[in-house]
């Protein structure tokens, strides 16, 4: 995409699909339901059907209120937003509903759909990230840019798009609603993938509230650095006692640097006859 488009995108969505804003001031027309074929840039794969029954009964006794938004292609409509709507219009029964014709190039159609999806309230947290995900890797969008378009701030979707870096298996226990997107956040305090999948199935096991998972990431980094401190204390205490050894075998100062694996042993001496007698005592151990 060009930069002039991307700066367009970055002024909100009015830039990306001029005149949306003025839909609902528009006087809507009807057109048959079966001339609408929905929109092949729907991010959103999974519908539940219940939500459509109860919207569907819905539009059975109040109408639909607010008018879909459709394109014209090939001589029939490419539904742009309101998806779900249409879904409930068929659900219904209806023959013709109510719409406002726009025009609209393919990547308005993904922008908008993912746009819609973001905005929707009943969206899963994972559904959303993998929309701000696509709008930023399609359009080439900052952060800040995407949350002007969606009315958050660019921290809410860092959020969000941090989601993304638990593991797969736990995405899935979001996705299922098992765990929030509160829970996905405080299981990213934990340093590797295979401590937050297991967190994650005793936090469902276990009924766990967000607190307590934070309480327990808390406690388990606490742990790890003690470990690791233990650890080091130890292996300076190896180092230590290896050094006075040397220093009394080979009656010099001795300093022993480096890790556990690799590292260096720096041996000092004053003159060359002190450097002599220390490399007859190390010739005479090679050889013993």
């Known amino acids: 995409m060009t930069k002039r488009k991307r700066r367009a995108l970055g002024k909100g969505m009015e830039e990306i699909f001029p005149g949306l804003s003025d839909v609902d001031k528009l006087s809507p027309r009807e057109v048959d339901i079966e001339l609408i074929d929905t929109n092949p840039f729907q991010p959103r794969k999974q519908w539940r059907k219940e939500e459509i029954i109860s919207l569907a009964q819905s539009i059975i006794s109040q109408g639909i209120l607010q008018p879909l938004v459709i394109r014209r292609i090939e001589g029939r409509y490419q539904l742009i937003a309101g998806e779900r709507r249409l879904r409930a219009a068929r659900e219904a029964g209806l023959k013709k509903v109510p719409v406002v014709v726009r025009e609209a190039d393919d990547q308005q159609m993904l922008a908008l759909a993912l746009v819609e999806n973001i905005q929707r309230q009943d969206l899963g947290p994972v559904e959303k990230a993998e929309a701000f995900q696509r709008l930023?890797?399609?359009?080439?969008?900052?952060?800040?840019?995407?949350?002007?378009?969606?009315?958050?701030?660019?921290?809410?979707?860092?959020?969000?798009?941090?989601?993304?870096?638990?593991?797969?298996?736990?995405?899935?226990?979001?996705?299922?609603?098992?765990?929030?997107?509160?829970?996905?956040?405080?299981?990213?305090?934990?340093?590797?993938?295979t401590m937050i999948s297991r967190m994650a199935a005793f936090a469902v096991k276990r009924g766990l509230s967000v607190r307590q998972i934070e309480a327990r990431v808390r406690k388990q980094n606490s742990e790890k650095g003690k470990r690791a401190n233990r650890s080091s204390i130890m292996e300076t205490a190896e180092i230590r006692s290896l050094e006075d050894n040397l220093q009394r075998i080979l009656k010099t100062k001795v300093r022993i640097s480096g890790r556990k694996k690799t590292g260096k042993i720096e041996i000092s001496y004053h003159n060359l006859d002190e450097l002599d007698r220390i490399l007859a005592i190390i010739k005479s151990g090679v050889n013993a």
């Open 136 to 193: 930023s890797s399609e359009f080439d969008l900052t952060q800040e840019e995407m949350g002007e378009i969606v009315g958050i701030s660019r921290s809410a979707v860092a959020n969000f798009q941090r989601l993304l870096d638990l593991p797969e298996q736990v995405l899935d226990i979001l996705r299922t609603g098992q765990l929030s997107m509160g829970h996905g956040r405080a299981l990213l305090g934990l340093s590797s993938k």
